[in-house]
Structures are given as C-alpha cells and as structure tokens.
C-alpha cells in the first residue's frame, strides 16, 4: 500500500462544474499536505499547502484537511479547460521535510 | 518572481556514460531537494541538502552522488547510466523552517533520455 493514496481517474467533469479531487495517507503524524497541479511533460506547479485541519479557499480552490481520517482533498470550483492536468497530493515527511506523491489523478474538463 | 533553474533541459545519453545535472534554487532558500519522476510515475524522492550538507537521501542508486555548494546551488551526478534512468529529474528549493516541512517549489525539470 502507497503512503499517499489517490484515485487515478481519469475524472471527467464539464465545464463550470465543482471538480473533487481526493486523498488518503497513513502515516498519522503527518502535519503538510500539498497539492500541485502538473502538465504532460513539465515540472509539478503549487496550488495548495495545508496544514491545519478544515477549509482553506483559495480563488476557485479550497483544501480541505481531515487529520482523524488522514483525508485531504481539493475541490475546484467552476471549473475551465485549462484546469486539465494531473492533480498531485503530497504529504510533508516530518524528518527531512521530503514530500511523498500520490500517483495522481488526472483531470479533465471537457468544453 | 525568481524560479528554481535546472541545466540542461534535456539531455541523451548512451549507456554506461555519465550525466551531471545542475540545480539553482530560488535566492534565499537554502534547501533543495532531487526527484525522479518516470514515465507515467509520481515524482520519487532521492536526496536532499540543507546549508551544504545532505539532509536525508531516499531510492538514489549507489550510481548517484550529490552535493550542494557553497552558493547553494547543487549538482547531481550520474555515472554508469542505465536505460532505466531515463526520466525526468526535477530539482525543488525550499526555505527550510526549524521542525518541519516547508513549501517546496519545482523547477522545469531535466529530461534525460538513455540510448
């Protein structure tokens, strides 16, 4: 069992509509949870850091963290073509501070 | 805003030959750290440095050998490569915080191909 557990889609949603992305770890003394979003072919961009349990918004993203079911997600609000990537989660290792990646999953946003 | 740079962008190689990929991280942040991300994979952790000295070091075969300088810059060295090591090598810099994790940010990345 990976560390960091994500669906791997592919997750198909239309335009405008709320995109869920889901994530699982198991080490429960885990404290950074990140999401970065990744092109085919190019480096993994920073969308969210979260670090506290609950909601955290921003723009047309919101993370949410749930330390007691060591559950993080990012939900995407209206939602747009250019929003289709792979969406990473990565967990924070708390000696050494190198990030864990779920495989991935891979959004699309159809017109 | 400064990025993280990586040199070259792409590189091809032929077996058994060496490959030195080069980092810079963002001014000010005196961490970085190395992944390998294969075709199809999610990015894999291999070392990492804080203020020049190696922090931690994950799946980097005994081929690879790392260091960051004195300008904070780093270099990953590797030597006796293996058709299995064509992927693409991505190097991240963070401002480390005392006790934890801190933002890590990505460069473009090295695509290293081996023939």
């Known amino acids: 069992q990976k560390e960091v557990e994500q669906n791997s889609g592919p997750l198909s949603v239309p335009e405008g509509a709320i995109a869920s992305l889901n994530c699982t770890y198991s080490d429960r003394g885990s404290q950074s949870f990140f999401w970065y979003r990744q092109y085919s072919g190019k480096s993994p961009e920073l969308i969210m850091s979260i670090y506290s349990n609950g909601d955290k918004e921003d723009g047309r993203f919101t993370a949410q963290l749930n330390k007691a079911s060591q559950y993080v997600s990012l939900l995407i609000r209206d939602s747009q073509p250019s929003d289709s990537a792979t969406y990473l989660c990565a967990v924070g290792h708390n000696q050494g501070g190198k990030l864990i990646f779920g495989q991935g999953t891979e959004l699309s946003v159809k017109p | 805003a400064a990025g993280v740079i990586q040199s070259p962008r792409h590189l091809i190689k032929e077996k058994r030959e060496t490959a030195t990929l080069k980092c810079y991280p963002i001014p000010r942040h005196d961490t970085v750290y190395w992944y390998q991300q294969g075709p199809g994979q999610d990015p894999q952790f291999l070392i990492s440095f804080y203020e020049k000295m190696q922090s931690d070091k994950g799946s980097i075969p005994d081929r690879f050998s790392a260091q960051q300088f004195s300008d904070y810059h780093s270099e990953l060295n590797m030597s006796s490569l293996e058709l299995g090591d064509s992927a693409l090598y991505f190097c991240?810099?963070?401002?480390?915080?005392?006790?934890?994790?801190?933002?890590?940010?990505f460069g473009p990345g090295t695509r290293l191909t081996v023939l």
């Open positions: 991240a810099s963070s401002p480390r915080l005392a006790g934890g994790t801190d933002t890590q940010y």
